[in-house]
């Protein structure tokens, strides 16, 4: 039996990158995974593809997570369609680098609102419906910036230190009705995100690294598998560091 | 069943309570058992019976049995 067998599980932000890789791990784990994104239709083809070669399903659901409405909406029907959801994560995210002085109104709100606000609004819609069963593990991914800083992200990193602090205050709220809550914080990962990376910063940031490389997202999908999981029963309110044991 | 029914029977199981104490007087700041965990229980109850969902400030607001029935109106719920 499958570690995740029949858990439904919603996973926002899952066009590419970590989000894509955990929606897959989770189906890979036998979990019916509700993947979202912005853009309709995007996810498509792909959840077709894994559908085909995973026990687990994979069903796109499309919805903006600043759209407090239609968000509710969409979890409404997949509680609807399941009578439960028992895993949440909290992946969706953006990021721009700016330094102080040359930080961007807009951008400072584009960033709370994915980052946090939605994190936390997300939270409270499904944490209603994991009520009803007194089950459920929530997992939002922080940074590993949140932790210890870092130049030219400190509006990101505002974000996702937000994030870990409801994390834990949450994990303390919601533990009587047997709703976990956790955080991973990803070091340096290879995705998109850092695609237009200088080859010379990236090296300085991987010697930085102990365990001598970059992440993958699968490194972050693991952990969320654990977090997902029984194996994890007794573990809430954390902060799970994915960063090969970077010194900052 | 009609909908006074269900609604009553679900303040009387949340609170464990008879149907005979339901009125004006049962609000969360005279019943001792009426914290946040049964608010949300009853909140989960009564979406799940009536197949809606309360919005956050409806949710704040639904502070006594009256003031339940008052906002369930508001979902085309008329409790009779």
Known sequence: MKELEGKVALVTGTSRGIGKCIAEELAVNGAIVYANARKENCLNDWANELNQKYSGTIYPIYFDVTDFEKMKLEVYKVWKENQKIDVLVNNAGIEYNENIGMLKREHISEMFAVNTISVIELTQIVAKFMMRNKKGSIINVASVVARYGSSGQSVYSATKGAVISFTKSAAKELGKYKIRVNAVAPGLNDTDMITETSEDYLQRRIDNIALGRIGKPKDVANSVIFLASDMSEYISGQVLGIDGAVCM | ?80
């Not at chain 2, 006074?4 to 104490?21: A, G």
């Not at chain 2, 009853?42 to 003031?67: H, P, Q």
């Open chain 2, 1 to 80: 069943m009609n909908s006074l029914s269900k609604y009553n029977e679900i303040f009387c199981e949340i609170f464990n309570v008879d149907n005979s104490v339901l009125n004006d007087e049962f609000t969360a700041n005279t019943v001792e058992k009426w914290d946040s965990i049964t608010q949300m229980s009853l909140i989960n109850r009564l979406e799940d019976c009536f197949d809606i969902m309360f919005e956050i400030d409806d949710i704040t607001e639904f502070v006594s049995y009256t003031k339940g029935k008052e906002l369930l109106k508001k979902y085309s719920i008329e409790i009779q």
